[in-house]
T-cell receptor, first 114, second 112 residues
Framework: DAGVIQSPRHEVTEMGQEVTLRCKPISGHNSLFWYRQTMMRGLELLIYFNNNVPIDDSGMPEDRFSAKMPNASFSTLKIQPSEPRDSAVYFC????????????FGPGTRLTVT | QKEVEQNSGPLSVPEGAIASLNCTYSDRGSQSFFWYRQYSGKSPELIMSIYSNGDKEDGRFTAQLNKASQYVSLLIRDSQPSDSATYLCAVRSGAGSYQLTFGKGTKLSVIP
């Protein structure tokens, strides 16, 4: 079975540009999470969806960040406009129904904003 | 503020020794506990989950949970150089929440 799929794997963009990160969760999983990882702050939860509905977006740093999940197999995280301080690795993770609550991570997108 | 604390390391152990990684958490109502391994430049990989007090063994890995002390640990027996990575502790709080809070990780180095 395919794991969580993310694209692109690497993104280099200039300050002020719009960035869109994409995620396909594991088939059958109903919860999806977007994380950001930096050396200074570690792994931070940005937002999570349950059954395509945003449940908690308190981790989204500011209005420049937005996330959508139009269907069970696709989600986007958009940054507009991007800033150098947004440079980080962005991970998507998913978890299924049931009581295990185990999250499985995608390979991540390394974002560099110059 | 829910917190998960780990010693950042690095923790260095000789090959073949037991590596002991520790984690404490602040939310007494926490329900589920996970250990992830993250190699440099890679994504976190789930290696152990534990839900009740006591020990849980899987191959060379043993997770230990003590809810009264709000403490969870990971033991790696017969450590190998391939175990060198950062180990992240993650905690899920109350019933119905899918959200995990991660520690900042402990970097383990296994010396050949």
């Amino acid at each position: 079975d395919a794991g969580v799929i993310q694209s692109p794997r690497h993104e280099v963009t200039e300050m002020g540009q719009e960035v869109t990160l994409r995620c396909k969760p594991i088939s059958g999983h109903n919860s999806l999470f977007w994380y950001r990882q930096t050396m200074m702050r570690g792994l931070e939860l940005l937002i999570y969806f349950n059954n395509n509905v945003p449940i908690d977006d308190s981790g989204m740093p500011e209005d420049r960040f937005s996330a959508k999940m139009p269907n069970a197999s696709f989600s986007t995280l958009k940054i507009q406009p991007s800033e150098p301080r947004d440079s980080a690795v962005y991970f998507c993770a998913s978890t299924g129904t049931g009581s295990s609550y185990e999250q499985y991570f995608g390979p991540g997108t390394r974002l560099t904003v110059t | 503020q829910k917190e998960v604390e780990q010693n950042s390391g690095p923790l260095s152990v000789p090959e073949g020794a037991i590596a002991s990684l520790n984690c404490t958490y602040s939310d007494r109502g926490s329900q589920s506990f996970f250990w992830y391994r993250q190699y440099s430049g890679k994504s976190p990989e789930l290696i152990m989950s534990i839900y009740s007090n006591g020990d849980k063994e899987d191959g060379r890995f043993t997770a230990q949970l003590n809810k009264a002390s709000q403490y969870v640990s990971l033991l790696i027996r017969d450590s190998q150089p391939s175990d060198s990575a950062t180990y992240l502790c993650a905690v899920r709080s109350g019933a119905g929440s899918y959200q995990l809070t991660f520690g900042k990780g402990t970097k383990l180095s296994v010396i050949p």
